[in-house]
């Protein structure tokens, strides 16, 4: 009786860990912003904007962390960076444009965010 009682328990603890695992590294659906770059670019930027996302090493050059590659730069130029990619800013082609997948709405919101992704 004590061992179903206890088996019981931690099954549940396991569901209730798994639940938590699945909600946390799905993407927020309350910030958009967050989503669209989790889905466009954490993948060579890396989820903090650190440069070490999984396409990264392959790239040549390597994207920078954000905290050393847009100090200084206006929004103007993160944001021509974003539209055109990398030869907008005198950067790579390996910075892809969104001039066609992001409107320039999304791609000023990107400014912003990954702005404070440097902090
Ligand atoms: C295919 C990989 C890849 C994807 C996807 C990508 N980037 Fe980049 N990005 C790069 C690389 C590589 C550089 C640096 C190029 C260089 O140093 O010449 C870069 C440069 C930049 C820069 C200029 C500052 C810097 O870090 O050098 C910004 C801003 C930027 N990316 C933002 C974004 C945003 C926002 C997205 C998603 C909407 C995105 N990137 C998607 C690879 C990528």
């Given at each position: 009786m004590k061992r179903t009682k206890l088996v019981t328990k931690s099954g549940l603890a396991i569901a209730l860990a798994t639940g938590l695992a699945v909600g946390l590294s799905?993407?927020?659906?309350?910030?958009d912003t967050a989503k669209v770059y989790a889905d466009?670019?954490?993948?060579?930027?890396?989820p903090q904007g650190k440069?070490?996302?999984?396409?990264?090493?392959?790239?040549?050059?390597p994207p920078g962390s954000f905290a050393q590659?847009?100090?200084?730069?206006?929004d103007d130029w993160i944001f021509k960076g974003i539209k055109e990619g990398g030869p907008g800013v005198?950067?790579?082609?390996?910075?892809?444009?969104?001039a066609g997948t992001l409107s320039d709405d999304q791609i000023k919101a990107m400014v912003a965010y990954v702005k404070q992704l440097q902090k």
């Open positions: 799905a993407p927020c659906r309350a910030d466009n670019c954490a993948s060579c930027h890396g440069g070490d996302g999984p396409a990264a090493a392959a790239l040549t050059p590659s847009i100090a200084g730069k206006s005198g950067k790579a082609p390996s910075m892809p444009p969104y």
